[in-house]
């Protein structure tokens, strides 16, 4: 069964057609670039596939839930993890008491998240001294790696990037790299939506283009 | 269930943990509270015996107005940094966030209450004649106010202009419970003589109503 499966898909925001008409079957364990100009659809294309806007018209399925549908875009929900351009921090918590709840609402008992919470702040190297700052008083690329390690203690199945380098130092950038490679080893499928085509087309096996709301063009690497 | 509990509490948790750290509750709503209650003792122009007998209204009304930024500040804590979609990505059942939100805002509502029942106390010189009734009047009251303001906070929070559609939207749905609740508290204070524990049924069907509803509401708001 394909991770990702639209045929068709239209969605509109508001009057806005920001899809018209997608189709794209995306496989377990692929990493694909979406591209494409500025208002080209690459970050409601992830919004959809993430289940964060409901499709119009056409088949919209994720792990084979049926994207339409509010209680199967919950379900799929589970499974699929997703950077987009906020943080998706609470700015008065702590780092670590913001890993902590998230690890927590993902399902995990107390022992695991502190396991899986002690595994990211490593691997995205958060120093210990930042664990008790309350988030608002990080730095934009402080920050993005502090999200990006509450992404990875989900361990989820499905990674939804929108511009994950944005605001990431050279050594950040660098890591990003790194753990979309980790999230395909670990049999993970990695969609990422970018500009750095020069960056991400070296990750990526296959690069998708958007332009107006629908793929233009569709590379196996 | 056991999950959508733990879900709820977490929620709950750490929302409280944020008003902690943030003191709006401390620092904004309840000097706000205060404020409001001296200026109707202003506005009135009364002496203590005249604002005993209005003290019900003007304190369910204090806590309608100081109930808007508690929700306004409830729905804030999610957008700020578009933690509420990640919410939505979680795992976590809307409705377990629906009931950790309510109970976040019911908690802060509760401290509200003991806080400005001193305030028409020492301001207007009321007393209590009976406290059970006072207590349970209270307790369902901010359930309902807790679980139809998160409700609405949802579904403004969708719309534009949040901050100033939530009151539009908000007040005269909790008509029922001011009415209610300020009946109620005129048996508690010993205003009147009408009979507040039927007014409390009132309370308990709207605060039965605005939680079972909202739990189930709450999700298909937020996504559609």
Redesign the interface.
């Known amino acids: 069964m394909p991770v990702i499966e639209l045929q068709d898909s239209v969605v509109l925001l508001g009057r806005f057609p920001a899809l018209t008409g997608v189709n794209l079957r995306i496989e377990s364990g692929e990493t694909v670039l979406l591209q494409g100009p500025n208002g080209a659809g690459k970050s409601t294309l992830l919004h959809l596939c ?3 806007v ?1 499709p119009v018209s056409g088949s919209s399925k994720v792990f084979g839930f049926d994207l339409s549908a ?1 209680k199967e ?2 379900e799929a ?2 499974r ?3 950077l ?10 702590t780092v670590i ?1 913001n890993l902590h ?2 690890a ?4 995990l008992d107390s022992e695991l998240s502190k396991e899986r919470v002690d595994g990211a702040t490593k691997r995205l190297g958060i120093d210990e001294g930042l664990f008790d700052l ?2 608002r008083l990080l730095s934009a690329g402080q ?1 993005r790696r502090v999200s990006l390690a ?1 992404l990875i203690v ?1 361990r989820p199945e499905l990674w939804l990037l929108d511009e994950p380098h944005a605001g990431l130092d050279q050594a950040g950038r660098d890591l990003v790299d790194d753990l979309i490679t980790d999230a395909v080893i670990a049999g993970g499928t990695v969609v990422v939506a970018s500009h750095d085509l020069d960056r991400v087309g070296l990750l990526s096996g296959r690069i998708v283009t958007l332009a107006g709301g629908l793929v233009r063009r569709d590379e196996v690497i | 269930m056991i ?1 959508l509990f733990l ?1 709820a509490r ?1 929620i709950a948790v ?1 929302d409280l ?2 008003e902690f ?2 003191r709006i509750l401390l620092n904004q709503v309840i000097p706000f509270a205060f404020l409001v209650l001296v200026l109707f003792g202003f506005a009135l122009d009364a002496d203590q015996p005249t604002l005993r007998i209005f003290a019900p209204g003007l304190f369910w009304i204090a806590v309608l107005f100081c109930a808007l930024l508690a929700v306004q500040r409830s729905v804030s ?1 999610e957008k ?4 509420d ?8 059942s ?1 409705v377990a966030v629906f009931l950790g939100k309510s109970a976040s805002v019911f908690a802060q509502l509760v401290v509200l209450e003991v806080i400005l029942s001193i305030g028409i106390f020492v301001f207007y010189g009321s007393s209590v004649k009976q406290p059970l009734l006072m207590i349970v009047t209270g307790l369902l009251a901010a359930t309902a106010v807790a679980s139809t303001g998160t409700l609405y906070g949802s579904l403004a929070s969708g719309l534009g202009a949040r901050e100033s559609l939530l009151p539009i939207m908000l007040l005269p749905v909790l008509a029922p419970v001011l009415i209610a609740a300020t009946r109620a508290f005129e048996e508690a204070l010993g205003n009147a003589s009408v009979d507040g524990w039927a007014w409390l049924g009132l309370l308990a069907m709207f605060a039965a109503v605005a939680t079972g509803f909202g739990g189930l509401a709450h ?2 708001l937020v ?2």
Do not use: N
């Open positions: 993430a289940g964060l409901a509010t875009r919950q929900r589970r699929i993890a997703m987009g351009h906020d943080t998706g921090l609470y700015i008065d918590l008491e709840f998230w927590r609402a993902a399902g309350a988030v920050r509450a989900r | 999950r879900d977490l750490k943990r944020i750290r943030s804590i700020a940094d578009g933690a979609t990640r919410l939505r990505l979680s795992g976590v809307p999700g298909v996504d559609e």
